[in-house]
């Protein structure tokens, strides 16, 4: 139930907040989709290190996840744009 929570918040601008519930969750039991979803969530906001930390440790546990290989990249294309 507390899931449904997230998109309302993120719909509603509620950065902050969304983080913390999240960060809450993932405290309580880390979890692949807890942890990806956090780590797109940093990316939307452009905290690249914090999106790619959580893809990182995601990926820990499931090293062949796809959509979190993808956001990986992606950050990674993006931080090495920037130098």
Known sequence: ????????????????????????????????????????????????TSARQDCEAALCLDHNHTDTLNLYNRTQDQATRSI
Not at 14 to 42: C, D, G, S
């Open 1 to 48: 139930m507390k899931n449904l929570l997230f998109p309302v918040l993120m719909d509603d601008q509620k950065e902050t907040e969304a983080l913390e519930e999240l960060t809450k969750a993932i405290a309580f039991k880390p979890e692949l989709q807890m942890l990806h979803l956090r780590a797109a969530f940093y990316e939307s906001m452009g905290d690249k």
